[in-house]
């Protein structure tokens, strides 16, 4: 079949307007669902969407997705595109050795990172782009988790299907934090080079003709950061997996337990606030004692403010635990704490809320789109304040019967507003409002 004819393919036509299955491709640069939004999101809307009856091929790179499985998702598939992997552990930043050197994609990916740069939503671009030229004809959407990379230019000629892109939110804001937060000039041009990708994810954006987002806030900082046009944008809520992120009574509460997730030790994520906000609170409750669901880092500013405030006993860090260990883990908590400077949406909130858990939470980007009103769902403190942080932990810890308010009002908002089954509905949406606007030759 050529190019033309499958441009003009009437299965996709009466897929959008028949509200049949879709043959959907969902690309991921990195996909660990067990650390960081980006994997976490793959997983549970793929696991929605097969389970509304559409085929979803997730097409993703190192770290590998992990997919759900079941008798109702036989039509969730993985295929891997390998990179070089240049930042596994326990080696990150290596040197591949001279056969592993497959192509030109390749030789840009390592000169890239050896002139400080992250080369992977752009190399992981172009690797999506060859593979889906030579399937064309094989979906009738594809659907890009952020890559926003040069290879996904060209529309449906070029990838064989109209694209539909996901962006959680600028990564510019991350860039502006960790440049806010640079200790010297020579610390800045690091920052500066790391996130010179984000130049190219701008200008992608901008002809992206279909864009989905997790929040209002983001939606907003889409339009000001990227400059993509507003009408281009549609809101999409993401959430919990709330059968497995429930109330668990036979869980024991552990006195003085706080919860955090955080997968990076980056400004953007808080923590070193949510540490200095313990050594207060620990001078009127010496049982507080925080967990980090997350990577311990062996310096840095969070690894100095631990050492700085003897805190080695009452910060722990957890990784490589399963779904049922971290949500018990959530269950055992007094209080599940959202430190964040900046969140696109938040889905730690919207897990521990799920559980019931009381929630404090900072108002920094859509966090309080997610958590909702203080004093009503969650406790609410400006970012950055450890101060307040540490009087709204305080407060929740002290008072077993605002624990229970804010946890079993918080679970109510999440059930009400925060699915999967809903993203994966609404997504389904706007797939077909591509599909249709390809089929009638509209240009957007």
């Known amino acids: 079949m050529t190019a033309e004819a499958m441009e003009a393919s009437p299965r996709q036509g009466v897929t959008a307007a028949g509200g049949d299955s879709l043959r959907i491709a969902l690309l991921t640069y990195k996909g660990n669902p067990f650390c960081g939004g980006q994997g976490v999101y793959v997983r549970h809307l793929s696991r929605e969407l097969a389970r509304l009856g559409h085929s979803v091929e997730v097409i993703g790179s190192q770290p590998y997705p992990v997919l759900d499985k079941g ?46 740069g992250f080369p992977e939503p752009l190399t992981f671009s172009l690797r999506a782009r060859r593979m889906l030229a030579a399937r064309r004809g094989d979906f009738d959407v594809v659907h890009d988790n952020q890559t926003l990379g040069y290879g996904l230019l060209g529309g449906p000629r070029a990838i064989g299907a109209p694209l539909v892109t996901t962006i959680h939110h600028p990564i510019t804001v991350d860039r502006q934090l960790e440049l806010d937060a640079a200790a010297d000039w020579k610390r800045r041009a690091s920052v500066r080079r790391w996130y010179a990708f984000t130049r190219m994810q701008k200008r992608v954006a901008r002809r992206m003709p279909s864009v989905l987002t997790v929040s209002g806030t983001s939606r907003q900082e889409i339009v000001e950061h990227l400059g993509v046009r507003e009408d281009r944008i549609r809101v999409v809520h993401i959430g919990a997996d709330t059968d497995l992120w429930s109330p668990g009574p036979a869980v024991a509460e552990v006195p003085g337990r706080i919860v955090t997730t955080s997968s990076a030790d980056v400004p953007l994520k808080g923590l070193i606030h949510l540490i200095e906000a ?11 004692h925080l967990v980090v669901v997350g990577k311990r880092a062996e310096d840095g500013p969070v690894a100095a403010a631990i050492e700085r405030y003897g805190l080695d006993g009452a910060v722990e860090f957890v990784k490589g635990i399963t779904d049922a260990e971290l949500v018990d883990l959530v269950r055992s908590a007094q209080v599940s704490c959202v430190p ?81 089954a809903r993203a994966a509905q609404g997504t389904a949406e706007l797939y077909r409002e591509a599909v249709a606007a390809r089929s009638a030759g509209v240009r957007r």
């Open 278 to 288: 313990l050594a207060k609170l620990r001078t009127e409750n010496p049982d507080a």
């Open 71 to 116: 008798e109702d998702l036989e039509g969730l598939t993985l295929t891997e595109i390998a990179s070089l992997d240049l930042y596994r552990s326990p080696d990150p930043f290596r040197t591949p050795k001279r056969d592993e050197y497959r192509d030109w994609i390749d030789g840009l990916e390592v000169a890239t990172m050896w002139t400080g």
């Open 340 to 420: 964040s400077l900046y969140e696109g949406f938040s889905l730690p909130a919207a897990e521990a809320m799920a559980t019931g858990t009381a929630l404090v939470a900072t108002t920094g980007g859509a966090i309080p789109e997610v958590a909702g009103a203080d004093g009503e769902t969650c406790l609410a403190v400006p970012p950055g304040d450890a101060g307040a942080l540490a009087a709204a932990l305080g407060r929740v810890l002290g008072d077993a019967d605002l624990r229970a308010r804010l946890g079993a009002a918080g679970r109510q908002r999440v059930l009400e507003r925060f699915t999967w």
